[in-house]
T-cell receptor, first 117, second 108 residues
């Protein structure tokens, strides 16, 4: 089945120790997104790639970086995690390509839950 | 910002019908989506509306009024497994913005 896979599902790190979360997709979608979701809050968009074009949200801290080496993979790097960065990190993909709603339906991975000690 | 408002929590009984409302600001609107999210899991897509009116998918229906900045998700024949958060999300200026979600509790 075509899908979005995130690894690891659970990540525990120490304050200030860099973390990388990965996301892969077999949907051949053009767009890949990273959302941060804290408990009982809405998913918050951090950034997204449309093909190789990177789009950063204005309020995403510099501590968060992303890489998309090819169509299938996207990584989220947290350079110096703080206690406030503990959250579920959701990767999602969409076909993209215009106002057609089908193109904008997001398919999510299962998420990576980050704990910062 | 893009304000998306939904009730925080709703309760209903098994077999009943429940309507979850969502209001949003209309500028930059390009589609409205509903997602279901069980605790600790990723959101899963339920439905979307681009034009005014009702979209029906089995037990779930979603309605949109673009002029009023209003949508609702209707769930019929509620089952216990429908206990989850329901996220209203609006496509604004090339990105999907989520509301904080409505937690639905279904009791026997």
């Amino acid at each position: 089945d075509a899908m979005v896979i995130q690894n690891p599902r659970y990540q525990v790190t120490q304050f200030g120790k860099p973390v990388t979360l990965s996301c892969s997709q077999t949907l051949n979608h053009n767009v890949m997104y990273w959302y941060q979701q804290k408990s009982s809050q809405a998913p918050k968009l951090l950034f997204h790639y449309y093909d190789k074009d990177f789009n950063n949200e204005a309020d995403t801290p510099d501590n968060f970086q992303s890489r998309r080496p090819n169509t299938s993979f996207c990584f989220l790097d947290i350079r110096s995690p703080g206690l406030g960065d503990a959250a579920m990190y959701l990767c999602a993909t969409s076909r993209g390509g215009g106002a057609s709603s089908g193109a904008n339906v997001l398919t999510f991975g299962a998420g990576s839950r980050l704990t910062v000690l | 910002g893009q304000n998306i408002d939904q009730p925080t929590e709703m309760t209903a009984t098994e077999g009943a019908i429940v309507q979850i409302n969502c209001t949003y600001q209309t500028s930059g609107f390009n589609g409205l989506f509903w997602y279901q999210q069980h605790a600790g899991e990723a959101p899963t897509f339920l439905s979307y509306n681009v034009l005014d009116g009702l979209e029906e998918k089995g037990r779930f229906s979603s309605f949109l009024s673009r002029s009023k900045g209003y949508s609702y998700l209707l769930l019929k024949e509620l089952q216990m497994k429908d206990s989850a958060s329901y996220l209203c999300a609006v496509w604004f200026f090339q990105k999907l913005v989520f509301g904080t979600g409505t937690r639905l509790l279904v009791s026997p």
